[in-house]
């Protein structure tokens, strides 16, 4: 894996990915392919992702059945926000990457919604397309912060986790 050996190279472990590191480690872990098992690996071990394994069912008899299993659409399955907020704790501004792609009949939306340690909303704000979001910090107060990303439409939580503002 190229991205193996750039860790290598610059002393790194798989602890200190970069959010493009860890974007292309997604779009090789959701392909159907050999290293796709490694890049899984990789990242549930240095991120904590967790990826669906597609069991073969077994029939009455015990034995192994082989049966196809309906799979989403190519687009459902290239949905992914790449990464939590980055860098994390953070002071100034973050970033999140995300792929929400989009086809002439399909276009899908997340909206991502920042609360307090209470609970209460305190940021909200809607994505599409795929790119790289920024949100400046300098309005929010110093502290713990919990986001939730999900898909508009069919209400897939997409992303979740905590945000720790520092100044």
């Known amino acids: 894996m190229k991205i193996y050996a750039n860790w290598r190279q610059t002393g790194r472990t ?3 990915i970069t959010p493009e590191e860890e974007t292309q480690l997604l779009a090789i872990a959701n392909s159907r392919t050999a290293t796709a098992y490694k890049a899984q690996a990789l990242l549930f071990v240095a991120r904590g992702y967790e990826f669906a394994v ?3 069912e077994l029939d009455f008899n015990w ?4 049966k196809s299993q309906p799979h989403a659409t190519a687009l459902q399955d290239a949905v ?4 939590g ?3 994390n704790p953070a002071s100034h501004n973050v970033q999140l990457n995300y792929n929400l792609p989009a086809n002439a009949n399909i276009s899908i939306q997340a909206t991502i919604q920042l609360c307090n340690i209470l609970g ?6 809607t994505l599409s397309g795929s790119g790289v979001y920024t949100l400046p910090l300098e309005n929010f107060a110093e502290g713990l912060y919990y986001y939730t990303i999900v898909q508009t439409g069919n209400r897939q939580v997409l992303k979740e986790g905590k945000l720790l503002i520092t100044k």
């Open 14 to 16: 798989i602890f200190e």
């Open 54 to 56: 597609n069991l073969p």
């Open 63 to 66: 034995q192994t059945a082989f």
């Open 80 to 83: 992914s926000i790449v990464s």
């Open 85 to 87: 907020f980055y860098p």
């Open 120 to 125: 209460k909303p305190v940021f909200t704000t």
